[in-house]
């Protein structure tokens, strides 16, 4: 069984930036951070394939994202810039042992691990 812990969220202001890191307790293939705002549904915000490097960025953080990993920490890391009100949410990283092909890297379904979440929230 793997564990995933995240660190970094926090409040932040529009405009502002921030790091967030998923750190995996043993090897996984597949990295990916989703969000939930309260009545809404949870979406895929980046995702990274650890051995290659291989990502997808989300369409809501396109241009303002970074994602990316250190395959020998086990670890990922998400930057978003120019955060906006509508980033709000729980952020939770998501990972599993087993090749996903790309069309399923930012979809829920399927992820076997999932971490606790970290709040993120943006204030004007």
């Known amino acids: 069984q793997v564990q995933l812990l995240e660190l970094g969220g926090g409040s932040v202001q529009v405009g502002e930036s921030l790091r967030l890191s998923c750190v995996a307790s043993?090897?996984?293939?597949?990295m990916t951070w989703f969000r939930q705002a309260p009545g809404k549904e949870r979406e895929g915000v980046a995702g990274i394939y650890m051995r290659s490097g291989n990502n997808m960025i989300g369409d809501s953080v396109e241009g303002r994202a970074t994602i990316s990993r250190d395959k020998y920490k086990n670890t990922m890391y998400l930057q978003i810039n120019d955060l906006k009100l509508e980033d709000t949410a729980m952020y939770y990283c998501a990972a599993d042992s087993s090749s996903f092909p790309p069309t399923r890297l930012l979809a829920a379904a399927g992820y076997r691990y999932w971490g606790q979440g970290t709040q993120v929230t943006v204030s004007s």
């Open positions: 043993g090897d996984i293939y597949e």
